[in-house]
C-alpha cells in the first residue's frame, strides 16, 4: 500500500501510544500465559488497545476477554481470571492518564479522496482474528471467542444508546424532607388518646429539600381557632412546610384533621354540587347507611336492632343539620363564582382554575380542624376574593394560609408568621401590624447590637492601652476573661430590598400609541363577548382591567396585542409600538430542563453569558439561583424568569395578564415601584388590591358584554360588589 511522507508523518505519533501501552499489559499477559496462542494475543491486545479508555472497572475488562484466557489457561479458576483482568484494567487506566498525543506538522497536505480510494483497494490486505484460517493446534474455543467479541459490541452498543438518550431523560427533583426531635411524654398521651386539645405545638425541628435547609431548629404552635398568614420571601420553603404538616411528617395529633388544598379536582361526571357535598364524609357514611337500613326494613328484611340504629342515624344527621347542607354548599360555590347552571355541571367541563376553586369550595364545606392554603387568591377574581376575605372571616376552626396578597392577609389573618433566616417568628394581629412590630424589633435589634458593640469597644481599649503596665495587669486579665465570657455578638440580618428594573431607553412615541374603535368579537356566533368596543391607550397610560372570570378580561388583552382578529372595527396601532406581554401561561411553558442562562441563550442567542446573568440578575435571580434547572425554583422565581425574558427586547409597552401570581410581597411593591417609574404604557388584569392602588390611575370593569370605566376607583368597585353580596344573599 503506497502512502504519501504527510500520510508517514501523521501515523507516527499514533503506532507510539499503542506501543507504549502494550508494553506494560503485555508484560502481565506473558508472565500468567505463557502458553498463549499468538493469534488469540493478537486478538486481546488489540481488544485492550482500542477499548482501552472505554472500560470502567475491571467487570468490564473480564466481560470482554475473561472468556477467552479461561480457554487459555486450564490452570486457573474464575477468581484467578478475575484478578487478572482487574490487573490489566489498573494498568490501563494508569497509562492513560500519562499518555499525550504529539501533534506534528504536515510536510504537505493529505488528499482524502486519494486516501478513501488506496483503503478502499487495501481493504482486502486486512484480516481480522475471524478471517485467517486457524491450525488445528490452537487452544481456544472460537465459539466463545466470538461470544466474547459480541459481548463487548453490545457493551458499546448500549453505552452509544445511554448518551444518545441523556438529553431527553426527565428531570429528577430533589425532594422535602423533615425531622423534629421526638418528645416520649408527647408520644404516650398522643397514643393513649387522652390528648384533645386542638392547639398544634411542633418544636425544634427542621426542613429540607435536597440538600439545603430550610428551617433549623424551628418552633411552630397553632392556637386553635386562630387565623396564621405564613409570609416570606419567595424559595425559603413556605409550600413546603405546608406539604410537610399535610403529609404529617411533622408531628399533629392524631385526632387533628388536616386538608391542604393543593391539587385541583378531577375531572368526571359528578356535578359540581354533588363533589362539594361527597366532601363531608361523616354525612356521605351516614346517608349511604340510612339508605341501606331503610331498603331492608322496605324488604322486610329488617331487625330490631337496626330500627334503633336508624334513630341513632336520623338524630346524628340532624345534629350536624344535614338538610341543609345542599344550600350550604351552593352558597359556597356562588360566592367563587359558580352560577346555579354551573353548580349543575359535570367537573369533568371546567377548566383547570375552576376545578382549583371547587377544591377549595370542598375544603371550606367539609370544615376540617386544619386549613391549609397555599395562595388561594391566584385562582380568584376579585369579586371571589372579596367574598373568602368575608367567609373566613367567620371560620371557627384553625387556619395557615400562605399569601403575597397584603389586603387579604390584612382581612382574615389574626396572627402573622414570617418565615426567615430558616427560622420561624410569630406576630399578633393582621399584616400591617406585623409590618410595624417588626420594624420597631429590628430597631430594638440594632440599639441593643450597637451599645453591645460600643461597650465590647470600651473593654479592649482599656486592655489595649493597660496592657503592659505591670500596675494594671490584675485588671487588664479581668477584663479580657469578661470579654471571653460575652457572648458571640453577630449583626442584625436585614432582608435585602427587591428592586425590578424594566429598561426604558426608547424613545416617545407621539399618540394615538394603541386603540379599538367598534369592535366586536366573539368565539362562537351563539355568544357574543364584545360588542361595539372603544377603548384607548398611550404611553401615559396605567390601566387595571377587573371583572369576573369568563367576562373577557384575557380576550381584551389579545385583541390589544393583535393575536385575535376582531368581527368588525378596527385596532390602530403606532408603528414603533414594541409591547412585552406577560402572563401565568408563558411561566407554565418555561423549559424545567434547564438552568434561567440557558434559557435567555435560546431565546435570544448571540450574546455573552454575563449579559444574561445580568438580564436575570435585574429580577433577583443571581449567582447560584442562575445556574439552578427551572424545574428546581418556586413560583415566584419563575415568575421573576418569565420577567426577564419579556423585557430582553426592551418594549416601549407592558400588558400584564395576573403579574403577581406567586409573587412575594416584597417583589409587588417593587413591581409596582418599577411599573410607576417606567416612561412607557401599561395595561393589566390583576386581583391584587395592593398592586391596583398603588399602579392603576384608570379601572376598566368587563361585564355583560362591554367594557366601562369606574371614576371613583377600586373603593366604588368594592362597594357595588358588597352591595351585590348582600342583595343575593351571599354573605
Given at each position: 500500500?503506497?502512502?504519501?511522507?504527510?500520510?508517514?508523518?501523521?501515523?507516527?505519533?499514533?503506532?507510539?501510544?499503542?506501543?507504549?501501552?502494550?508494553?506494560?499489559?503485555?508484560?502481565?499477559?506473558?508472565?500468567?500465559?505463557?502458553?498463549?496462542?499468538?493469534?488469540?494475543?493478537?486478538?486481546?491486545?488489540?481488544?485492550?488497545?482500542?477499548?482501552?479508555?472505554?472500560?470502567?472497572?475491571?467487570?468490564?475488562?473480564?466481560?470482554?476477554?475473561?472468556?477467552?484466557?479461561?480457554?487459555?489457561?486450564?490452570?486457573?479458576?474464575?477468581?484467578?481470571?478475575?484478578?487478572?483482568?482487574?490487573?490489566?484494567?489498573?494498568?490501563?487506566?494508569?497509562?492513560?492518564?500519562?499518555?499525550?498525543?504529539?501533534?506534528?506538522?504536515?510536510?504537505?497536505?493529505?488528499?482524502?479522496?486519494?486516501?478513501?480510494?488506496?483503503?478502499?483497494?487495501?481493504?482486502?490486505?486486512?484480516?481480522?482474528?475471524?478471517?485467517?484460517?486457524?491450525?488445528?493446534?490452537?487452544?481456544?474455543?472460537?465459539?466463545?471467542?466470538?461470544?466474547?467479541?459480541?459481548?463487548?459490541?453490545?457493551?458499546?452498543?448500549?453505552?452509544?444508546?445511554?448518551?444518545?438518550?441523556?438529553?431527553?431523560?426527565?428531570?429528577?427533583?430533589?425532594?422535602?424532607?423533615?425531622?423534629?426531635?421526638?418528645?416520649?411524654?408527647?408520644?404516650?398521651?398522643?397514643?393513649?388518646?387522652?390528648?384533645?386539645?386542638?392547639?398544634?405545638?411542633?418544636?425544634?425541628?427542621?426542613?429540607?429539600?435536597?440538600?439545603?435547609?430550610?428551617?433549623?431548629?424551628?418552633?411552630?404552635?397553632?392556637?386553635?381557632?386562630?387565623?396564621?398568614?405564613?409570609?416570606?420571601?419567595?424559595?425559603?420553603?413556605?409550600?413546603?412546610?405546608?406539604?410537610?404538616?399535610?403529609?404529617?411528617?411533622?408531628?399533629?395529633?392524631?385526632?387533628?384533621?388536616?386538608?391542604?388544598?393543593?391539587?385541583?379536582?378531577?375531572?368526571?361526571?359528578?356535578?359540581?354540587?354533588?363533589?362539594?357535598?361527597?366532601?363531608?364524609?361523616?354525612?356521605?357514611?351516614?346517608?349511604?347507611?340510612?339508605?341501606?337500613?331503610?331498603?331492608?326494613?322496605?324488604?322486610?328484611?329488617?331487625?330490631?336492632?337496626?330500627?334503633?340504629?336508624?334513630?341513632?342515624?336520623?338524630?346524628?344527621?340532624?345534629?350536624?343539620?344535614?338538610?341543609?347542607?345542599?344550600?350550604?354548599?351552593?352558597?359556597?360555590?356562588?360566592?367563587?363564582?359558580?352560577?346555579?347552571?354551573?353548580?349543575?355541571?359535570?367537573?369533568?367541563?371546567?377548566?383547570?382554575?375552576?376545578?382549583?376553586?371547587?377544591?377549595?369550595?370542598?375544603?371550606?364545606?367539609?370544615?376540617?380542624?386544619?386549613?391549609?392554603?397555599?395562595?388561594?387568591?391566584?385562582?380568584?377574581?376579585?369579586?371571589?376574593?372579596?367574598?373568602?376575605?368575608?367567609?373566613?372571616?367567620?371560620?371557627?376552626?384553625?387556619?395557615?394560609?400562605?399569601?403575597?396578597?397584603?389586603?387579604?392577609?390584612?382581612?382574615?389573618?389574626?396572627?402573622?408568621?414570617?418565615?426567615?433566616?430558616?427560622?420561624?417568628?410569630?406576630?399578633?394581629?393582621?399584616?400591617?401590624?406585623?409590618?410595624?412590630?417588626?420594624?420597631?424589633?429590628?430597631?430594638?435589634?440594632?440599639?441593643?447590637?450597637?451599645?453591645?458593640?460600643?461597650?465590647?469597644?470600651?473593654?479592649?481599649?482599656?486592655?489595649?492601652?493597660?496592657?503592659?503596665?505591670?500596675?494594671?495587669?490584675?485588671?487588664?486579665?479581668?477584663?479580657?476573661?469578661?470579654?471571653?465570657?460575652?457572648?458571640?455578638?453577630?449583626?442584625?440580618?436585614?432582608?435585602?430590598?427587591?428592586?425590578?428594573?424594566?429598561?426604558?431607553?426608547?424613545?416617545?412615541?407621539?399618540?394615538?400609541?394603541?386603540?379599538?374603535?367598534?369592535?366586536?368579537?366573539?368565539?362562537?356566533?351563539?355568544?357574543?363577548?364584545?360588542?361595539?368596543?372603544?377603548?384607548?391607550?398611550?404611553?401615559?397610560?396605567?390601566?387595571?382591567?377587573?371583572?369576573?372570570?369568563?367576562?373577557?378580561?384575557?380576550?381584551?388583552?389579545?385583541?390589544?396585542?393583535?393575536?385575535?382578529?376582531?368581527?368588525?372595527?378596527?385596532?390602530?396601532?403606532?408603528?414603533?409600538?414594541?409591547?412585552?406581554?406577560?402572563?401565568?401561561?408563558?411561566?407554565?411553558?418555561?423549559?424545567?430542563?434547564?438552568?434561567?442562562?440557558?434559557?435567555?441563550?435560546?431565546?435570544?442567542?448571540?450574546?455573552?453569558?454575563?449579559?444574561?446573568?445580568?438580564?436575570?440578575?435585574?429580577?433577583?435571580?443571581?449567582?447560584?439561583?442562575?445556574?439552578?434547572?427551572?424545574?428546581?425554583?418556586?413560583?415566584?422565581?419563575?415568575?421573576?424568569?418569565?420577567?426577564a425574558q419579556m423585557t430582553m427586547p426592551c418594549p416601549n409597552f407592558y400588558i400584564l395578564d395576573e403579574p403577581t401570581n406567586h409573587l412575594d410581597m416584597e417583589t409587588i411593591e417593587a413591581l409596582a415601584k418599577s411599573l410607576n417609574t417606567f416612561k412607557g404604557g401599561v395595561v393589566l388584569v390583576s386581583h391584587d388590591e395592593r398592586l391596583i392602588r398603588l399602579v392603576c390611575k384608570e379601572l376598566w370593569v368587563c361585564e355583560a358584554g362591554r367594557v366601562h370605566r369606574i371614576d371613583g376607583g377600586f373603593d366604588e368597585y368594592k362597594d357595588i360588589l358588597q352591595e351585590q353580596f348582600r342583595r343575593e344573599g351571599y354573605l
Amino acid at each position: 500500500m503506497r502512502r504519501g511522507v504527510g500520510a508517514q508523518l501523521s501515523e507516527a505519533p499514533q503506532r507510539q501510544g499503542p506501543v507504549r501501552i502494550m508494553a506494560t499489559y503485555v508484560d502481565i499477559l506473558k508472565s500468567e500465559f505463557p502458553e498463549i496462542d499468538t493469534e488469540v494475543f493478537d486478538y486481546i491486545t488489540g481488544v485492550l488497545d482500542s477499548g482501552g479508555s472505554d472500560f470502567e472497572d475491571g467487570e468490564e475488562v473480564f466481560d470482554a476477554i475473561g472468556g477467552v484466557l479461561q480457554e487459555v489457561a486450564a490452570d486457573k479458576n474464575e477468581d484467578d481470571v478475575r484478578s487478572i483482568c482487574l490487573q490489566l484494567f489498573n494498568t490501563l487506566k494508569l497509562t492513560n492518564c500519562h499518555s499525550n498525543q504529539r501533534q506534528v506538522l504536515l510536510d504537505a497536505p493529505v488528499q482524502l479522496s486519494q486516501i478513501s480510494a488506496e483503503s478502499g483497494s487495501a481493504t482486502n490486505e486486512v484480516q481480522g482474528i475471524w478471517m485467517v484460517k486457524r491450525t488445528q493446534s490452537t487452544t481456544v474455543d472460537a465459539k466463545k471467542l466470538e461470544k466474547a467479541e459480541a459481548k463487548l459490541r453490545a457493551k458499546h452498543e448500549r453505552r452509544n444508546e445511554k448518551d444518545s438518550q441523556k438529553p431527553s431523560n426527565p428531570l429528577v427533583l430533589e425532594e422535602a424532607s423533615a425531622s423534629q426531635a421526638s418528645s416520649k411524654k408527647e408520644s404516650r398521651v398522643d397514643m393513649s388518646g387522652k390528648n384533645r386539645s386542638y392547639d398544634i405545638r411542633i418544636e425544634n425541628f427542621d426542613v429540607s429539600f435536597g440538600e439545603r435547609s430550610l428551617l433549623q431548629g424551628a418552633e411552630l404552635c397553632l392556637a386553635s381557632g386562630r387565623r396564621y398568614g405564613l409570609v416570606g420571601r419567595n424559595g425559603l420553603g413556605k409550600t413546603t412546610l405546608l406539604k410537610m404538616l399535610a403529609s404529617r411528617s411533622l408531628r399533629v395529633p392524631a385526632h387533628i384533621s388536616i386538608l391542604h388544598v393543593e391539587q385541583e379536582v378531577a375531572g368526571d361526571d359528578t356535578p359540581a354540587l354533588q363533589s362539594v357535598l361527597e366532601s363531608d364524609t361523616v354525612r356521605e357514611e351516614l346517608l349511604a347507611e340510612e339508605r341501606k337500613l331503610n331498603a331492608h326494613i322496605s324488604n322486610g328484611t329488617a331487625e330490631g336492632s337496626e330500627s334503633v340504629r336508624l334513630s341513632e342515624i336520623y338524630a346524628r344527621l340532624e345534629e350536624i343539620e344535614a338538610d341543609k347542607a345542599p344550600a350550604r354548599a351552593s352558597v359556597i360555590l356562588a360566592g367563587l363564582g359558580f352560577s346555579p347552571k354551573m353548580q349543575q355541571q359535570p367537573t369533568k367541563e371546567f377548566s383547570g382554575g375552576w376545578r382549583m376553586r371547587l377544591a377549595l369550595a370542598r375544603a371550606l364545606f367539609a370544615k376540617p380542624d386544619l386549613l391549609l392554603l397555599d395562595e388561594p387568591t391566584n385562582m380568584l377574581d376579585v369579586r371571589a376574593i372579596l367574598w373568602l376575605e368575608n367567609y373566613l372571616q367567620t371560620w371557627q376552626s384553625t387556619i395557615l394560609v400562605v399569601s403575597h396578597d397584603r389586603n387579604f392577609l390584612n382581612a382574615i389573618a389574626t396572627d402573622i408568621i414570617h418565615l426567615h433566616s430558616q427560622r420561624l417568628d410569630s406576630y399578633r394581629g393582621d399584616y400591617e401590624n406585623f409590618i410595624k412590630t417588626k420594624e420597631d424589633r429590628l430597631k430594638n435589634q440594632q440599639r441593643e447590637y450597637e451599645a453591645q458593640l460600643q461597650y465590647r469597644e470600651h473593654i479592649q481599649v482599656f486592655i489595649d492601652r493597660f496592657r503592659y503596665n505591670a500596675n494594671r495587669a490584675a485588671q487588664v486579665q479581668s477584663k479580657l476573661k469578661l470579654l471571653e465570657k460575652l457572648p458571640e455578638l453577630k449583626p442584625i440580618e436585614k432582608e435585602s430590598e427587591v428592586v425590578l428594573r424594566f429598561p426604558d431607553n426608547f424613545e416617545k412615541l407621539s399618540p394615538p400609541i394603541l386603540q379599538l374603535d367598534e369592535v366586536e368579537f366573539s368565539y362562537s356566533p351563539e355568544h357574543r363577548l364584545f360588542t361595539a368596543l372603544c377603548v384607548s391607550a398611550d404611553l401615559d397610560s396605567r390601566i387595571c382591567i377587573v371583572g369576573e372570570n369568563g367576562t373577557g378580561k384575557s380576550t381584551l388583552l389579545k385583541l390589544l396585542m393583535g393575536e385575535l382578529t376582531p368581527l368588525s372595527g378596527t385596532r390602530h396601532a403606532h408603528r414603533n409600538l414594541k409591547i412585552g406581554y406577560f402572563s401565568q401561561h408563558h411561566v407554565d411553558q418555561l423549559d424545567l430542563n434547564v438552568c434561567s442562562v440557558e434559557l435567555l441563550l435560546s431565546k435570544f442567542p448571540g450574546r455573552t453569558e454575563e449579559e444574561y446573568r445580568r438580564q436575570l440578575g435585574r429580577y433577583g435571580i443571581s449567582g447560584e439561583l442562575a445556574t439552578r434547572p427551572v424545574a428546581s425554583l418556586s413560583g415566584g422565581q419563575k415568575s421573576r424568569v418569565a420577567f426577564a425574558q419579556m423585557t430582553m427586547p426592551c418594549p416601549n409597552f407592558y400588558i400584564l395578564d395576573e403579574p403577581t401570581n406567586h409573587l412575594d410581597m416584597e417583589t409587588i411593591e417593587a413591581l409596582a415601584k418599577s411599573l410607576n417609574t417606567f416612561k412607557g404604557g401599561v395595561v393589566l388584569v390583576s386581583h391584587d388590591e395592593r398592586l391596583i392602588r398603588l399602579v392603576c390611575k384608570e379601572l376598566w370593569v368587563c361585564e355583560a358584554g362591554r367594557v366601562h370605566r369606574i371614576d371613583g376607583g377600586f373603593d366604588e368597585y368594592k362597594d357595588i360588589l358588597q352591595e351585590q353580596f348582600r342583595r343575593e344573599g351571599y354573605l
